[in-house]
């Protein structure tokens, strides 16, 4: 059973920092990408970074570069992306991703992706 679970969540004020984490399993983790998407009230789902499989190429919406890292770690099947100086617009419940063929057109598209996980509540506010 394909399951990828998101953790890391929570409040924290504007200029913290918050770690999300996506748990993969059920799947060969080493032949998906991994992105992170984020939707708040009344948006659209908005890719925010993917990273690739063995040479972990990463991707950025430009909102996020510099702000937020993503990582894999392949033995364990878990990305992370840390979010530091977090912004109110970063509030949103962020989703994992995964997708098996990726390219540079298709990584920010959310329905090329072939799993999701449920999604975890960030919220910046003082």
């Known amino acids: 059973q394909v399951q990828l679970v998101e953790s890391g969540g929570g409040l924290v004020q504007p200029g913290g920092s918050l770690r999300l984490s996506c748990a993969a399993s059920?799947?060969?983790?080493?032949?998906?990408?991994i992105g992170w998407f984020r939707q708040a009230p009344g948006n659209e789902r908005e890719a925010v970074s993917c990273i690739s499989t063995i040479e972990g190429s990463t991707y950025y919406v430009g909102s996020v570069k510099g702000r937020f890292t993503i990582s894999r770690d392949n033995a364990k099947n878990l990305v992370y992306l840390q979010m530091n100086s977090l912004r109110p617009e970063d509030t949103a419940v962020y989703y994992c991703a995964a997708i098996r063929n990726l390219s540079g057109g298709t990584w920010y598209v959310p329905y090329e992706y072939d799993y999701w996980g449920q999604g975890t509540q960030v919220t910046v506010s003082s």
């Open positions: 059920g799947f060969t983790f080493d032949n998906y990408a």
